[in-house]
């Protein structure tokens, strides 16, 4: 009732009043649970690049060479993360949706299992 309320007085504060609290730190653990997901591979790289206040987006380097793009953000409620080709890498993706869930079942394994479906989608 106290989020209705807030809304109902000043929308875009309230917006960014949920955004610093609940959002952004969501945000900000999804992406710290990618990177933990990859720090045993020393030869896999998470860059930022392109990123938003609302979308975290990285481009996965494999032995400095460029494959692909994952963005991460929250929709509708959901955690989102999903693969995209970028134009200087030399690897196609695979179709395929963005894989989401729940944002309290994002976990190590999660993020883990939906890094490599993300993995298992990059064709030569």
Known sequence: EGDRLSSAVDAKQSERTQWVRNIGPALARFVALAHAALEQRGEFELTEEGATRN??????????????????????????????????????????????????????????????????RVQS
């Not at 994952?70 to 995209?84: L, S």
């Not at 993706?93 to 299992?113: I, Q």
Request: hydrophobic letters at 50%; charged letters at 25%; one cysteine or more.
């Open 55 to 120: 979308i975290k987006r990285f481009v996965l380097k494999v032995h400095s060479i460029c494959i692909m793009a994952i963005t991460i953000r929250i929709e509708a409620g959901r955690a989102v993360v999903e693969g995209q080709a970028i134009d200087r890498g030399r690897y196609a993706l695979a179709n395929g949706a963005p894989l989401s869930a729940a944002l309290d079942e994002v976990d190590e394994p999660w993020m883990a299992g939906a890094l490599q479906e993300l993995f298992s």
